[in-house]
């Protein structure tokens, strides 16, 4: 018995020690589903900030109106989260991501007369123009870089985004990933020890944070082929 239970009390010791691990607030996906045709020209036009109005704490998807908690976004990371994203579908099986700087010229035309359109007609348009037959866009709701280092943070990274794939054909959403998730503490969350290791056992920034997200969204997506 007193063997065990000094087994039980090193293996609590090492949990604290090792020091931290992810803690996910919410990662969910759902609309897996794909049409007939094996669709593989996505067009990907340029992420937006989505920032909480009126000291609110959360914000409405501009796409499907889910409801996602929020905070603070540092200048330039709806850039970052489009890169990682496009960096993950380009490696995708039978898929063609069409020239983004050619897509976000068409986008910032078309949306010049948004007031006039909605969201869902402007992606449409684009997708048309681009002569797609995906469009992504996503949402930036919360991007919160570390603050400290590798072992000693005293603030972790936070990171929230939702991210849509759209038929151009009849603009609904093939696949939605949402991503939100704020690192924490091993003794915060002896569960997340998994988790953990893939962050390399340390403090990451929220660059790495995101990449994480992105990799653990796309475990729900089932491609394009028919």
């Known amino acids: 018995m007193f063997k065990h239970l000094r087994i039980q009390s090193i293996a609590v010791a090492f949990l604290v020690l090792v020091g931290l691990a992810w803690s996910p607030v919410r990662l969910a996906a759902a609309e897996k589903t794909t049409p007939a045709g094996a669709l593989k020209r996505v067009a990907v036009i340029p992420f937006q900030v989505v920032s909480p109005q009126d000291g609110s704490s959360t914000v409405r998807c501009p796409v499907c109106s889910s409801v996602n908690a929020a905070g603070k976004v540092v200048s330039g990371a709806e850039r970052i989260v489009q890169e990682l994203f496009t960096d993950k579908l380009a490696g995708l099986k039978n898929v063609e ?114 990449r994480l997200g992105i990799d653990d969204a796309f475990k729900t997506f089932s491609g394009f082929e028919p």
């Open 97 to 210: 991501v069409l020239p983004y700087e050619e897509t976000a010229a068409v986008y910032r035309r078309v949306s010049t007369d948004r007031f006039k359109q909605s969201l869902s007609q402007i992606i449409r348009q684009v997708g048309q123009e681009m002569q797609a037959d995906i469009l992504a866009v996503g949402f930036v709701y919360r991007y919160v870089e570390r603050v400290g280092y590798d072992y000693s943070a005293e603030h972790p990274a936070s990171v929230a985004f939702e991210i849509h794939l759209i038929s151009v054909r009849d603009g609904k959403s093939l696949w939605r990933g949402i991503f939100d998730q704020t690192q924490k503490s091993l003794m915060e969350d002896v569960l997340q020890a998994s988790s953990f290791f893939r962050g390399g056992a340390k403090w990451v920034k929220a660059r790495e944070l995101t």
